[in-house]
C-alpha cells in the first residue's frame, strides 16, 4: 500500500529561525516527490518536484532533498517569516503517466514574531 | 493565483438540498481532478478526468456526481449529502504527458469550503 508520513505533525518556531520538516514514503513505483504549501483554507501551491535522480532543488528560502534509497525527504526553510505559516505536505508520484499522487498528512507550521 | 478558479467559496447546505461546486482552469490542461480535504486527513482523491474522460472514481458514493463538459470545467453535483461530507473540495488541473522526465504538476484551485447540516 502506497503511503506518505510526515513528521512532526505540528511545529511552532521563532520568526527569523529555521526548521526542517521530514517525510518518510512507500510509493512504488516512484516517480517523483512533491512538497507542497498550503495556507489556511486555500488550496495547495507547489513548492518544489524532484524525481529519484535529484537529491536536493531549492525555492528560494526553501530546499528540499531526497534520500531515494532511504525513501526519505525532507524541507527545509531558512529564516522563516510569519508568511511562512501554513501547513506543508509531501506527496508522492506513482507514475509519471497517470499522475496518481499519494498524499501526506502534512506539518502544521507556525512561525511566531 | 494558480490559474484554476473554484466557486462558490463557502458553501453551507441542508440534507435535502441540491447543489452543484464549479471548477475551471485557464491553463490549457488535459487532465481535471476532484478532491476532498477533511480535518486532519491527506487529501483524499475522489474523480479523476483525462481528455473529458473519467479514468478515476475512488469509490465515491452516488451523492456526488462529477461532470465534465469539455477540457476547461469541471462540476461536482451534490445531493441527499450527509454532515460527515463537511470539508474542503479541492479542485485541480495537468497537462498529462508520457515518460520519466514529466512532472504532470498539479495546480490547485482555492477551494469550497462546504458544510453540511
Keep these: 500500500k502506497n503511503q506518505v508520513e510526515q513528521s512532526p505533525q505540528s511545529l511552532i518556531i521563532l520568526e527569523g ?32 518536484i524532484m524525481t529519484f ?16 534509497d532511504t525513501k526519505q525527504s525532507s524541507l527545509h526553510i531558512t529564516a522563516s517569516q510569519l508568511s511562512d505559516s501554513a501547513s506543508y505536505i509531501c506527496v508522492g508520484n506513482v507514475t509519471s503517466a497517470g499522475n496518481m499522487l499519494t498524499f501526506g498528512g502534512g506539518t502544521r507550521l507556525m512561525v511566531k514574531p | 493565483e494558480t490559474g484554476v478558479t473554484q466557486t462558490p467559496r463557502h458553501l453551507v447546505m441542508g440534507m435535502t438540498n441540491k447543489k452543484s461546486l464549479k ?7 488535459n487532465a481535471m481532478y476532484w478532491y476532498k480535504q ?5 487529501l483524499e482523491l475522489m474523480f479523476v478526468y483525462n481528455f473529458k474522460e473519467q479514468t478515476e472514481n475512488n469509490s ?27 470539508a474542503l473540495y479541492l479542485c485541480a488541473s495537468s497537462q498529462l504527458a508520457e515518460g520519466p522526465s514529466s512532472y504532470n504538476e ?10 453540511v447540516l
Design chain 1, 53 to 68: 535522480s535529484e537529491n536536493t532543488k531549492s525555492n528560494g528560502r526553501y530546499t528540499a532533498t531526497l534520500d531515494a
Design chain 2, 38 to 42: 477533511s480535518a486532519k486527513k491527506p
Design chain 2, 60 to 86: 465515491v458514493p452516488s451523492r456526488f456526481s462529477p461532470e465534465c463538459p469539455n477540457s476547461s470545467h469541471l462540476f461536482l453535483h451534490l445531493h441527499t449529502l450527509q454532515p460527515e461530507d463537511s
Design chain 1, 17 to 48: 529561525k529555521n526548521c526542517t520538516l521530514q517525510c518518510n514514503y512507500t510509493v512504488s513505483p516512484f516517480s517523483n516527490l512533491r512538497w507542497y504549501k498550503q495556507d489556511t483554507g486555500r488550496g495547495p501551491v507547489s513548492l518544489t
Design chain 2, 23 to 29: 471548477c475551471e482552469q485557464h491553463l490549457g490542461h
Design chain 2, 106 to 115: 498539479q495546480f490547485f484551485g482555492p477551494g469550497t469550503r462546504l458544510t
